[in-house]
């Protein structure tokens, strides 16, 4: 291993190779709870120098595990003390913006955040967007074909990507940078890599689509008394907002009362006393008529009684006091841990009894102790559900993977809508993927990655 080491470091310089102490004061995790166990960390400064350096590990049968902002919650990017972890930290730049094709082309290791402050300099909006967006890189959004709080209008990161650069096991760069919205010119390449976190290559540049950015915003809170009034909300919406309706998140009381009420870290935007809470947003480019008609629609959803309860933000201080509810992941963490965190999708219409009924069985099976929170973009199908039973055990916890995972593939549902199935959804895949689906999964990593090399362990058995 110092051998090889020692031609890493020939190769990124001293600043591209941190190993010792400099590797154990690094996170693993976007919480800090754990730190980093790979043998050394590699910081490439461009793409040719990791071509170079994984023709070295292809050759050495090295391990590699590629890493970006940390804010993946399936332990996708955890290491081993015998892998090599890949930083793209050192590549970070905004390359291209074309305002008139509405492109930019980035570097895989810049931060959500700072792609999408680019786009706005422009007059534009990269519009993939969820609460980690600061630490969050494009790179690893696109590995995990990320999704967020814009997807009811915008789709996932695959609906954002043009074009891709990856570097292969190997050390082969595929340089895939279309830049056209119509290109179908036989296979799609950049799909291999979106979504299959890092496990058929590394992403090293994107091009991403973008959008006019949104003249008008404007945001509410809304309190509902019932799931079939959360259905009633989501169908009427479409109707009158159409397209204008950028985001769609709901929170039970489970999680609304706990973090807006009762942690202190909020002040609340409606009172507690209510099933579900629904944060709406409309985006427009009429300023004028586009808030006038978000009043309209809501004064006609409060008539109809399909909601008890609303305020919509009068600044834009107000709506990112209400996002920030929404997105106070940290605060949940604090108030629910331990607790197993779950990611899933199903139809709308089945969400309202699959909630009550999991609740209902790890109460029964855990008692009344047991911390359930569920809340999610549920307009597009997504709820994330987080479960802690005392005590904390490993057996606790897959027994609560089971009570969450085994009704849903009778509801057509997923185990994973956005986040992934890293190391700790993996053995559970074969719920939501039929052994058809498996066996090519396999065959596309053997095709690609012969040594297994390429994040050793995630997503396959």
């Not at 480019?285 to 808030?291: K, M, R, V």
């Not at 995972?405 to 993996?426: D, F, Q, V």
């Not at 065959?443 to 396959?460: E, M, Q």
Request: net charge negative.
């Amino acid at each position: 291993m110092s051998q090889l080491l020692d031609q890493i470091a020939a190769i990124v310089g001293p600043k591209g190779l941190l190993t010792g102490e400099d590797v154990r004061m690094r996170a693993a995790d976007w919480l800090g709870l754990s730190t980093c166990q790979a043998r050394a960390v590699v910081r490439p400064a461009s793409t040719a120098e990791l071509s170079a350096v994984m023709k070295l590990c292809h050759a050495a049968g090295q391990g590699v595990v590629a890493a970006g902002g940390l804010t993946g919650l399936v332990h996708g990017a955890d290491c081993t003390a015998d892998d090599i972890q890949i930083s793209l930290e050192r590549m970070r730049a905004v390359e291209a913006v074309d305002p008139v094709g509405r492109t930019m082309t980035v570097q895989a290791g810049i931060p959500v955040q700072a792609a999408q402050e680019a786009a706005e300099a422009h007059g534009l909006r990269f519009a993939v967007d969820w609460g980690g967006r600061g630490t969050a890189t494009i790179g690893g959004g696109i590995s995990t074909n990320a999704g967020g709080n814009s997807v009811v209008r915008y789709g996932m990161m695959r609906d954002n990507v043009l074009g891709i650069e990856a570097v292969l096991a190997d050390g082969t760069v595929v340089s895939a940078l279309n830049t056209l919205i119509k290109n179908n010119a036989a296979y799609d390449l950049k799909h291999l890599f979106i979504g299959t976190e890092g496990t058929l290559g590394i992403v090293t540049r994107a091009v991403l689509k973008l959008q006019s950015a949104p003249q008008s915003t404007n945001t509410a809170m809304l309190a509902l008394d019932s799931f079939g009034a959360v259905q009633d909300l989501f169908v009427t919406l479409g109707k009158r907002l159409g397209s204008g309706l950028t985001a769609f998140e709901v929170m039970w009381a489970n999680f609304y009362e706990p973090l807006a009420i009762n942690s202190g870290r909020h002040n609340p935007p409606l009172p507690a006393g209510h099933s579900h809470y629904a944060l709406l947003e409309m985006s427009g480019n009429d300023p004028d008529g586009d808030g006038a008609l978000f009043e309209r629609v809501l004064g006609e959803v409060l008539e109809a009684g399909i909601a008890a309860d609303a305020v919509i933000a009068a600044s834009q201080a107000q709506a990112e006091a209400m996002w920030k509810v929404r997105d106070d992941i940290e605060g949940l963490y604090h108030y629910c841990m331990p607790s197993a965190t779950f990611d899933v999708s199903l139809p709308i219409t089945a969400m309202e009894r699959y909630a009550a009924e999991l609740e209902a069985k790890a109460r029964a099976e855990f008692g009344e102790t047991t911390k359930i929170v569920v809340f999610g973009h549920i307009g597009d199908g997504n709820l994330h559900i987080m479960l802690g039973a005392q005590p904390f055990t490993d057996e606790t916890r897959h027994r609560i993977e089971e009570l969450v995972y085994a009704p849903l593939g009778a509801l057509g549902g997923s185990i994973s809508a956005e986040h992934g199935i890293g190391l700790e959804k993996r053995d559970w895949l074969h719920l939501c993927r039929s052994a058809e689906e498996i066996a090519l999964m396999r065959t596309l990593k053997t095709a690609l990655d012969p040594k297994g090399i390429l994040n050793p362990g995630k997503v396959l058995t």
